[in-house]
């Protein structure tokens, strides 16, 4: 067996051993109660076949009695679109307002931080104003926010984007600062406006910058939606979390956080991915290619 | 690529005669009495004083001076890229503006200024790429040109997997493709080991005997400086000053390695070498 392939099989029987304590633990306490702590309890943690039935439910993939509604016409999107909202149209709402926050969070946050970072004097006169607003913990900020945009999607977008802004707009920031005097005047020599210069020298050179800030940037979008959906929506992942708490359905709160942690693993490695693409010329990019 | 010459016959033929300096000769590049001063530590450092020299249309010259005598100082006021302290520099008779540069002008780094992030047909296709030219003829001349510079089969290389003799053949052709009638250099191969050095200066000879360009080279090796130029502007240790000027005689096309074991060589290299000497000693002094 190769070492990969150990790896892969403590892992995976890491995942069965965790899976059974948590599906069969709470039992062994009728027979050996002392080593059992008391938060294996279901009415804490639930169980993995409780929220596997759970999200099957949320999901419209079965109804409450069992039966598989993907097979009967019509009723899966009936279900999708009933009532409240299902599991699909909350996670939709959510990966919406994630994707503007960053979207939009990451484009202020590379223009300002370009901007800022080639003016000297632009970046003396704002410096305490974002120092000042950086310190303010964002969290804080999202009753406002909500006082000024609502309980739709706008206020989520923006509690979002102030998170983001932040990290991308220092990394772009230092990253424009930090080009090398002589790759622009080379540049000039072979023939560069101001303009060509900027696209050619500035913007690849900051990048490798800006994209050290893109993975904590998608995971900050999504807590900052998540954070506003908590203080006051309408729908989305945190709604649902939030009401899940109100009830007392842990099941349900499990199956909405694991559709959070699949959806940040695959944003996460969304943006590693195209930060290999695009940063190909790194030789640490270079030899995994 | 051009025949390598007789160095023997070098010895029954006097030194090739310059052309008189006449009126109707252009001189490309002109400094007068120029200074540089650096502010430093609320004190004035004088780096370069008072230099006059003046260099004709389609000649190779090497400025040559002990390291921190003010070389690139020179190099940077002629091309803009620093303020001038006094005096003035000129090309083709008009004044060098501070931060302005001038199309028919390419400068090649002491540094290495490739462009990490692009691949090297990208980096020598740069210029031609931003004036716009059709991309058809653009490749087929970047393509001839890393045929030149001996890169085939790297075209798709990014620099970092480069030898610095490979990047620094980059960066002069990146300059080159442009067709710059003047040519500022400052210590393109000062980072590159002895061998890979007379592999540049035989391929710089060969492009430049071609090309004819006006050069100036700054250098701190004088036997670079002799094998590659028409005449050597040897500058004092610091604060640069103008110390002496020599005709390098050497016949054309050169041969940068037979070059070197020829009497010519070796009488002009003990001549300079006494006078470059006083300022290393100086240097030393400090
Ligand atoms: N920007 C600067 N500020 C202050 N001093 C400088 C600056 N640039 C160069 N110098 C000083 O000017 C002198 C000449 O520098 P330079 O022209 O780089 O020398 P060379 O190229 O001949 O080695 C050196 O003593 C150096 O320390
Ligand atoms: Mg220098």
């Known amino acids: 067996m190769s070492k990969g392939t150990f790896i892969n099989v403590c892992r995976f029987g890491l995942l069965l051993v965790l899976l059974a304590i948590w599906e069969w633990g709470w039992d062994l306490r009728k027979h050996v109660s002392w080593i059992v702590p008391t938060l294996l309890d279901p009415y804490f943690i639930s169980k993995p076949s409780l929220i596997w039935t759970r999200f099957l439910e949320m999901g419209c993939f079965a109804n409450t009695r069992g039966d598989w509604l993907i097979n009967i016409d019509g009723t899966f999107m009936k279900c999708v679109y009933a009532g409240k909202g299902s599991l699909w149209t909350h996670t939709l709402a959510t990966l919406k307002n994630t994707f503007w926050g960053f979207l939009v969070g990451v484009g202020s946050g590379i223009g300002v931080g370009m901007l800022l970072g080639r003016s000297e004097m632009l970046a003396k006169i704002f410096e305490p104003y974002i120092v000042a607003f950086n310190s303010l ?102 709604k649902v979390i939030i009401e899940a708490e109100a009830t007392l359905q842990t099941a349900d709160m499990m199956v909405a956080l694991f559709v959070l942690m699949v959806i940040g693993v695959v944003l996460v490695l969304g943006v590693r991915e195209v930060q290999r693409r695009l940063l190909r010329w790194q030789r640490h990019h270079a030899e995994t290619f | 690529m051009a025949p390598v010459n007789d160095m023997d016959m070098l010895a029954h033929r006097p030194a090739a005669a310059q052309p008189a300096a006449a009126a109707s000769v252009r001189q490309r590049i002109e400094v007068r009495d120029i200074t540089k001063v650096f502010p430093l530590h609320g004190e004035d450092l004088v780096a370069v004083e008072k230099v006059s020299f003046s260099i004709r249309e389609g000649e190779f010259v090497a400025l040559l001076g002990p390291s921190g005598c003010g070389k690139s100082t020179i190099l940077n006021m002629i091309a803009g890229l620093i303020t001038i302290t006094g005096g003035a520099a000129y090309l083709d008779g008009r004044s060098v503006a501070y931060g302005k540069v001038d199309p028919q002008v390419g400068y090649v780094f002491q540094r290495d200024t490739v462009f990490p992030w692009r691949t090297v047909r990208r980096n020598i296709g740069y210029g031609l790429e931003l004036s716009r030219l059709a991309k058809a003829e653009r490749e087929a001349r970047v393509l001839e040109v890393i045929r030149q510079a001996g890169l085939k089969g790297f075209e798709d290389a990014y620099p970092l997997a480069l030898s610095g003799g490979m990047r620094q053949r980059v960066a002069l052709m990146r300059t080159l493709i442009m067709q710059p009638q003047i040519l500022l250099m400052d210590e393109p191969f000062g980072a590159l080991d002895t061998h890979t050095k007379l592999e540049m200066h035989k391929f710089l000879l060969e492009i430049w005997e071609h090309e004819r360009q006006t050069v100036l080279f700054v250098t701190h090796d004088l036997s670079e400086a002799l094998t590659l130029s028409d005449r050597i502007i040897l500058l004092s240790a610091r604060p640069g000053r103008l110390k002496e000027d020599f005709e390098v005689p050497f016949p054309r096309p050169r041969d940068a390695i037979r070059l070197r074991e020829s009497r010519e060589y070796s009488e002009l290299f003990a001549k300079v070498w006494h006078s470059l000497g006083d300022e290393f000693a100086k240097t030393k002094a400090e």
């Open chain 1, 137 to 238: 913990p964002r969290v804080a900020l999202v009753p406002l926010i909500i006082i000024m945009f609502g309980l739709g999607d706008v206020s989520k977008i923006v509690t979002a984007l102030t998170l983001v802004f932040f990290v991308v707009f220092f990394n772009t920031f230092e990253g424009t600062r930090g080009v090398d005097r002589d790759h622009i005047n080379a540049a000039r020599f072979l023939g560069a406006n101001a303009w060509q210069v900027t696209w050619t020298i500035y913007v690849p050179s900051a990048l490798a910058w800006v994209f050290a800030s893109l993975t904590p940037a998608v995971s900050f979008a999504l807590i900052g939606v998540i954070v506003g959906e908590f203080i006051g929506s309408e729908r989305g992942l945190g």
